[in-house]
């Protein structure tokens, strides 16, 4: 099946600070991506649609200035989470469909921690 | 607006079998999803219906009545590394995945 990988799979940042974090398709190219974010014990909460060649797609209450969403290639996306904060801190997925409306791949997560 | 309803917990037995509900209204339907979580990983697939009736696969079946807005998930042999989070979710008319709340199965020996 089709490979989808993030990293980093972890990180510690101090408030205030960016953290980028990337989304490749390994083995497949992907216009679209999705990227997702899920507190502990929740459910996962769709953040934005990355676009390739285009501007991303913010759900409703997702600030794109401060979750900054660039998708350069057929392969990769990028989330810089800006000035970032304690309440920040979470689990983030991006996922990228093989065709329009196919199974979606997910990446392995990162895990954000902003102290 | 769009919802999708699934149990929060639910608790079964090793060897036993589980059926975890997932009923939906959404703004159009382009299939149906079924995931399985285990604690701080990405979800990963687990069933796509997109036409009425039940898919088998192995030990897990996915069934699907699009006029009831209603999927099953059926789980035999439970073993207990199927101790996870199960999420339902279903591809509305924009193609979005719409998700459930998931769904915590708890297998106990």
């Known amino acids: 099946g089709a490979v989808v990988s993030q990293h980093p799979s972890w990180v510690i940042c101090k408030s205030g600070t960016s953290v980028k974090i990337e989304c490749r398709s390994l083995d497949f190219q992907a216009t679209t991506m999705f990227w997702y974010r899920q507190f502990p014990k929740q459910s996962l909460m769709l953040m934005a649609t990355?676009?390739?060649?285009?501007?991303?797609?913010?759900e409703q209450g997702v600030e794109k200035d401060k979750f900054l969403i660039n998708h350069a290639s057929l392969t990769l996306s990028t989330l810089t989470v800006t000035s970032a904060h304690p309440e920040d801190s979470s689990f983030y997925i991006c996922?990228?469909?093989?065709?329009?409306?196919?199974?979606?791949?997910f990446g392995p997560g990162t895990r954000l921690t902003v102290t | 607006g769009q919802n999708i309803d699934q149990p929060t917990e639910m608790t079964a037995t090793e060897g036993a079998i589980v059926q975890i509900n997932c009923t939906y209204q959404?703004?159009?339907?382009?299939?149906l999803f079924w995931y399985q979580q285990h604690a701080g990983e990405a979800p990963t697939f687990l069933s796509y219906?997109?036409l009425d009736g039940l898919e088998e696969k192995g030990r897990f079946s996915s069934f699907l009545s699009r006029s009831k807005g209603y999927s099953y998930l059926l789980l035999k042999e439970l073993q207990m590394k199927d101790s996870a989070s199960y999420l339902c979710a279903v591809l509305d008319s924009n193609y979005q995945l719409i998700w459930g709340a998931g769904t915590k199965l708890i297998i106990k020996p």
């Open positions: 219906n997109v």
């Open positions: 990355s676009n390739e060649g285009s501007k991303a797609t913010y």
């Open positions: 959404t703004s159009g339907f382009n299939g």
């Open positions: 996922s990228a469909p093989t065709d329009e409306w196919g199974e979606q791949y």
